[in-house]
C-alpha cells in the first residue's frame, strides 16, 4: 500500500550515541516534515523540506539534521542522543498548498528512548 | 500567540452514542482547519480540512464545523463506534509567507465503551 514508511520502530540508544531514523515515502509528495510527539505537548516540527534538496528548521531543530537528496527519502539523524530526546517521531509527507488542500500523510512512528 | 485549545481534554461515551468535540483557536493569518485522528501507537489520520469559506465538511460519520468568525471548530461523530476510541487532534494551518505553519493542538481523547 502507498504511503508512508518509517524504520525502526522502536529504538534505544544510550546517551551520546548517534543514529538515523528513516522516512520514505512513494505519494511522489515535494513536502516532508519530522515532529516528535511527547504526552502533554503537541506534535512539534523538528525539520521540513519543501522538495529534493531543501530543507529547513522546525520549532526544534537542536540536536537532529536531515537531509533530503532525493523526493523520496528524508532520513533525521540524531548526532549525541540525549535523554531530552526520548520520544515518538513521526515522519509525514504532503503535496504543497498550490495543490490543493489536503492533510498530511505520517508514517506510523518510531518510538525512541534514550537511556 | 498563536495558540490551538481542545475540549475535553478527554470523554467517555457508550458505543451508539453521539458527541462533540470542541476546538477554540487564536491563529492568524488563519489558512486552513483540519482534525485528525489518532489511536493508539499510530501516526495521526486525516479526518476533514475546511478553509476560510468552508462551513461543514462530513466524512462518513465525521462532520466538522467551522466559524471563521468566532474562531470556533467541531468535531460531532454520530453513532460512535468502538473503532472511534482514539485522540482527536484539530491542528490549524498559518499563512507565513511562502511557508506553512500548523499550530497542533493537544487533542482529546475519546473512549468509546460497549
Known amino acids: 500500500n502507498a504511503g508512508v514508511t518509517q524504520t525502526p520502530k522502536f529504538q534505544v540508544l544510550k546517551t551520546g550515541q548517534s543514529m538515523t531514523l528513516q522516512c520514505a515515502q512513494d505519494?511522489?509528495?515535494?513536502?516532508m516534515s519530522w515532529y516528535r510527539q511527547d504526552p502533554g505537548m503537541g506534535l512539534r516540527l523538528i525539520h521540513y523540506?519543501?522538495?529534493?534538496?531543501?530543507?529547513d528548521q522546525g520549532e526544534v531543530p537542536n540536536g537532529y539534521n536531515v537531509s533530503r537528496s532525493t523526493t523520496e527519502d528524508f532520513p533525521l539523524r540524531l548526532l549525541s542522543a540525549a535523554p531530552s530526546q526520548t520520544s515518538v517521531y513521526f515522519c509525514?509527507?504532503?503535496?504543497?498548498?498550490?495543490?490543493?488542500?489536503?492533510?498530511?500523510?505520517f508514517g506510523s512512528g518510531t518510538r525512541l528512548t534514550v537511556v | 500567540k498563536n495558540q490551538v485549545e481542545q475540549s475535553p481534554q478527554s470523554l467517555i461515551i457508550l458505543e451508539g452514542k453521539n458527541c462533540t468535540l470542541q476546538?477554540?483557536?487564536?491563529?492568524?493569518?488563519?489558512?486552513?482547519l483540519r482534525w485528525y485522528k489518532q489511536d493508539t501507537g499510530r501516526g495521526p489520520v486525516s479526518l476533514t480540512i475546511?478553509?476560510?469559506s468552508e462551513n461543514t465538511k462530513s466524512n462518513g460519520r465525521y462532520t466538522a464545523t467551522l466559524d471563521a468568525d468566532t474562531k470556533q471548530s467541531s468535531l460531532h461523530i454520530t453513532a460512535s463506534q468502538l473503532s472511534d476510541s482514539a485522540s482527536y487532534i484539530c491542528?490549524?494551518?498559518?499563512?507565513?509567507?511562502?511557508?506553512?505553519?500548523?499550530?497542533w493542538g493537544l487533542g482529546t481523547s475519546l473512549a468509546v465503551n460497549p
Open positions: 509525514a509527507s504532503s503535496y504543497p498548498p498550490n495543490r490543493g488542500q489536503r492533510g498530511y500523510t
Open positions: 505519494m511522489n509528495h515535494e513536502y
Open positions: 523540506s519543501v522538495g529534493a534538496g531543501i530543507t
Open positions: 476546538c477554540n483557536y487564536t491563529v492568524s493569518p488563519f489558512s486552513n
Open positions: 475546511m478553509t476560510f
Open positions: 491542528v490549524v494551518s498559518r499563512n507565513a509567507g511562502n511557508n506553512r505553519k500548523l499550530i
